[in-house]
């Protein structure tokens, strides 16, 4: 079970006085708490530490943990000069690159988005699953790529990533589509569903599209990305949240909780909805810290890291009944 923490790169988790350059000693931290994983988000929705930028920062400061994505917009980025980047951050980490990657989303979570990038929103999909094709096949030396939409030749000799045939790549999303998709031809699988039990039939859903792939289930890291606070006192840990939810998403937590996976409460509360998804198949965690400053942040930091061997002795009991 592995139990990793997005970093709070966004201005939205940030106080007035809190700098930004302090980030790289909260992923120390983590690291030193017992958290296996450090992600950062990539998106244009408010100003925020470029997501690869942040990685590079982290991987000479830390040593064991993985860094990951959640999730890489592709389209933001040339293909090419991504692999190029994403390759470096491998190397650089000793191997420790997760790469989680998402189309975006229509409205302003996608659309404009697409504008400011100057690539086409329609068949973003296709484009999204070439783009990575295309990175997997120049991590393994090829100097050419013919897809349906993205189409290369003569590309001269690049970095060798870390691990022969480059870091794993995840899929964020939940829908029909993507579920199929991420059986198909990803390492990862990492959505937000509010109730544990879409997870679990979403996460059979991928498993399907993986056998008649001729896949292994193994093959697909089943993670989840959950947003979590812990407080003494439910009522004012969910006015928090809620001024979370509104700093973060311009929208009040009772509509949030509609649509990501968001738990709150004492600890065990917490707990108890987090092996909710354990139980569902869960076996990463990318948890998300419901505060608006860094001060917050390392107490819920604090908090969420007295859960994590809980949470690994759930993840083994679910284990053992799945095996049974």
Do not use: C
């Amino acid at each position: 079970m592995d139990i990793g923490v997005l970093l709070p790169t966004g201005t939205a988790q940030w106080g007035p006085a809190d700098d930004p350059r302090d980030l790289v000693d909260f992923g120390r931290n983590a690291e030193r708490s017992g958290f296996s994983s450090l992600f950062v988000n990539d998106s244009l929705i408010s100003p925020r530490i470029e997501a690869l930028t942040m990685l590079a920062a982290l991987a000479p400061a830390t040593r064991t943990v993985t860094l990951g994505t959640a999730a890489l917009m592709p389209f933001l980025r040339r293909p090419v000069q991504t692999a190029q980047s994403l390759a470096s951050l491998d190397l650089l980490s000793g191997g420790r690159l997760t790469v989680t990657v998402g189309a975006g989303f229509p409205g302003r979570f996608g659309r404009p988005f697409y504008t400011l990038s100057e690539v086409p929103w329609e068949r973003r999909f296709t484009r999204l699953d070439e783009t990575v094709a295309l990175w997997r096949a120049l991590w393994a030396g090829a100097d050419s790529f013919h897809g349906e939409i993205l189409r290369f030749t003569d590309v001269p000799p690049m970095t060798k990533p870390f691990r022969a045939g480059g870091p794993p790549v995840w899929l964020g999303g939940a829908t029909p589509a993507a579920l199929a998709r991420a059986g198909r031809m990803y390492d990862g699988w990492l959505p937000y569903p509010p109730d544990p039990a879409d997870y679990a039939s979403g996460l059979s859903d991928v498993r399907r599209a993986a056998a008649d792939a001729g896949r292994r289930a193994e093959d697909i890291t089943p993670a989840l990305f959950v947003t979590v606070r812990i407080d003494e006192d439910v009522d004012s840990g969910r006015r928090a949240m809620d001024g979370y939810a509104r700093a973060a998403y311009g929208m009040p937590l009772a509509d949030l909780e509609k649509i990501q996976a968001v738990v709150t409460g004492f600890a065990d509360q917490v707990l108890e909805r987090l092996g909710r998804y354990v139980t569902a198949g869960v076996r990463h965690l990318v948890v998300r810290l419901g505060a608006v400053d860094l001060r917050s942040q390392r107490d819920q930091l604090g908090r969420a890291a007295e859960l994590i061997p809980a949470l690994r002795t759930a993840a083994g009991h679910a284990a053992a009944a799945q095996a049974a």
